[in-house]
Nanobody
Framework: QVQLVESGGGLVQAGGSLRLSCAASGRTFSTYAMGWFRQAPGKEREFVAAIRWRGDSTHYADSVKGRFTISSVYAKKAVDLQMNNLKPEDTAIYYC???????????????????WGQGTQVTVSS
């Protein structure tokens, strides 16, 4: 099994920035991609960003393109999400996800991942 621990959430004013981090441990020898999802109250979990572990290709939801940046620290099996120009609609619990079984499609759906973190709260005030 793979354990994921997120950190870096908090409360920030609109226009501000936060950086989320996620560290993977356990059976991480098979890591094909890592990603971030978020879930706001009363809404379904939605894709935010992903990075493939080989090639470093990145993918973003349209709602965060140009504002969020995902990056990886390969040796540490860690992934960060730099969030700039935050908006109140970014308020949600953010979840880190890990893909340990290769899928060839773009990893932008919950079913593309095998392991999940507990989540970290991000609140953006207006």
């Amino acid at each position: 099994q793979v354990q994921l621990v997120e950190s870096g959430g908090g409360l920030v004013q609109a226009g501000g920035s936060l950086r989320l981090s996620c560290a993977a441990s356990g059976r991480t020898f098979s890591t094909y991609a890592m990603g971030w999802f978020r879930q706001a109250p009363g809404k379904e979990r939605e894709f935010v960003a992903a990075i493939r572990w080989r090639g470093d290709s990145t993918h973003y939801a349209d709602s965060v393109k140009g504002r969020f940046t995902i990056s990886s620290v390969y040796a540490k099996k860690a992934v960060d999400l730099q969030m700039n120009n935050l908006k109140p609609e970014d308020t949600a619990i953010y979840y880190c996800a890990h893909q340990s079984t290769l899928r060839l499609r773009v990893p932008n759906g919950p079913h593309d991942y095998d392991d999940w973190g507990q989540g970290t709260q991000v609140t953006v005030s207006s």
